[in-house]
């Protein structure tokens, strides 16, 4: 493995670390990566918060179709996010006659509104809506982003469901 690789970039895909934060995420973007899996973990101790992790497709990057072609393609990396000390969770499922898929529109941060405390979070899908309060996130790319006609990927090119927060390097 070639030393840029091991440092956990990808120089064909743009990607230049393979571990993200919240203090990245003016620099980040989730419209239409998809939702694999949810789970809440408890907290390390009885007086602390839960974790919220996500096991997402990530799209590093969308490439702008070359002629004959007409589609974008994508550089995807299936990744974990993972959102710290959680509190007041709301959300909502809309799938009536729909494909169920959670493929997230947008992802938004806002200060809280009543000073208790902690950015408020809003992952808005195109068929759900999720709400909540956390200190922060971490995203771990845990394979390097692999190019793909679509914007997701299979269950098998991704190898399964997982909430690993380790990246690839």
Known sequence: MDAAMSAGTHPESGLTKSIWSDA???VMGWHDGTIHGLCVQPGASDDSLPRLLLDIDY???WVHPVAPQTHFSFWIAPSTL???DVWDVEGDLDFKGMALSLDIDHLRRSAPEDGRGGPQWHIEGHFFD?????TGFHQYLRQAPQHAERPVLSHSERGGISFA???FA
């Not at 999720?130 to 956390?134: E, I, T, V």
Request: hydrophobic share 60%; proline share 0%; charged share 40%.
């Open 24 to 26: 990245d995420f003016d």
């Open 59 to 61: 799209i590093v990057r």
């Open 82 to 84: 993972v959102f710290d």
């Open 130 to 134: 999720l709400k909540f309060r956390a």
């Open 165 to 167: 927060e380790i990246a």
